[in-house]
């Protein structure tokens, strides 16, 4: 599919700088700039590629002036970066708009589907489950019984959706998903052994939110597993039973969060950080990759470590630790002396 760079400014609400029916097929980091690409600056460190790229249209901020003579047609915005974010989201919209529903797959009678749905080949879907418009069902996708799926939501190959769970509007849950498993719930008896625990509550992802690939969400032992509108959850990520995670946070590869804990809003989580169960984490917070948690962290902490403390006395501590043996050895030389 082609476009070309007028089409691209109304899109962008741009201006034009150069040929306006110049087109463009494909997309290009700016260094690889080829004829025929579309390509954008915004770190000035970058600049020095506009005189030599290739790329046939150049998204740059209304603020750039060259130095001297480009090959590349311009189109000049308020925000280069969101202005190409704009476009990828749009490029992704057109590139994905499948619909119809593809055999063999199967789908209960029971189930009511809404208009412009697609169905990818060997889906699954079960009884009496609701899919809302537009919502897009890659193949080998299984979707259990009584599921809720809103408006515009996209579930990708491979991706589990157990019974009883409910996914909002404008979601993406990505391949290898499993959404709504049993939570780790078992209880030693008398011979020391375990007895499962029934898992009957549910997973429930408000609008907006976004499920990395391989990613678990286990269902509640009671009620639900929550996950509030505008969370984006990054790859391999485990979320236990009973967990509720705020609006807007933000959680990346790794994470492993134990059952019943409760995280705030606008919260920033790095990699293969842990949380112990049954804490409260408050709003705000930003935990560096690696750290353990477990104790309650209350609103704008910032933390680092394992067990984590303030990120600035850990920022501190880390001078000397780097520095312990030379530390030791001087206090060995002044118990000598």
């Not at 625990?197 to 269902?219: H, K």
């Not at 477990?294 to 850990?314: M, V």
């Amino acid at each position: 599919m082609k476009f070309t760079a007028e089409q691209i400014a109304g899109i962008l609400e741009g201006e034009v700088v150069g040929n306006p029916d110049i087109e463009v097929s494909t997309l290009s980091k700016i260094e690889e700039g080829v004829e025929g690409a579309l390509t954008f600056l915004a770190n000035p460190k970058y600049t020095h590629y506009i005189y030599t790229t290739k790329a046939s249209i150049t998204i740059v901020n209304n603020t750039f002036v060259p130095d001297h003579k480009i090959d590349t047609t311009l189109i000049k915005v308020n925000d280069a970066y969101k202005a190409f974010s704009k476009l990828l989201e749009y490029y992704n919209s057109v590139k994905q708009n499948k619909v119809g529903i593809e055999q063999p797959s199967f789908i209960s009678e029971s189930s009511k589907l809404g208009e412009t749905v697609y169905v990818g080949a060997f889906a699954y879907i079960g009884e009496h489950v609701k899919i809302g418009d537009n919502v897009k069902i890659y193949p080998n996708s299984y979707i259990g019984d009584n599921v809720i799926v809103g408006d515009n939501t996209v579930i990708f190959s491979g991706a589990r959706i157990y019974s009883q769970c409910s996914i909002g509007n404008n979601c993406v849950i990505n391949s290898g998903c499993i959404i709504g498993a049993d939570g780790f719930g078992f209880a030693p008896n008398e011979s020391g052994e375990y007895d499962k625990v029934p898992q009957i509550g549910n997973v429930v992802l408000e609008d907006y939110v976004d499920v990395g690939a391989g990613t678990t969400i286990d269902r509640a032992t009671l009620g639900s597993t929550i996950i509030r509108r505008g969370v984006k959850l990054d790859n391999q990520i485990q979320i236990a039973h009973n967990v509720e995670i705020g609006k807007n946070t933000v959680i990346a590869a790794q994470t492993g969060i134990a059952g019943s804990t409760k995280i705030g809003e606008h919260c920033q989580i790095g990699g293969q950080v842990g949380f112990a169960g049954h804490l409260t984490v408050g709003n705000n917070v930003k935990i560096q990759a690696q750290s353990g948690i477990g104790r309650n962290i209350k609103d704008n902490e910032i933390l680092q470590g394992s067990p984590a403390f303030s990120y600035a006395d850990w920022s501190k501590s880390y001078v000397h630790f780097k520095n312990l043996p030379k530390i030791v050895k001087e206090i060995n030389e002044l118990e000598k002396k």
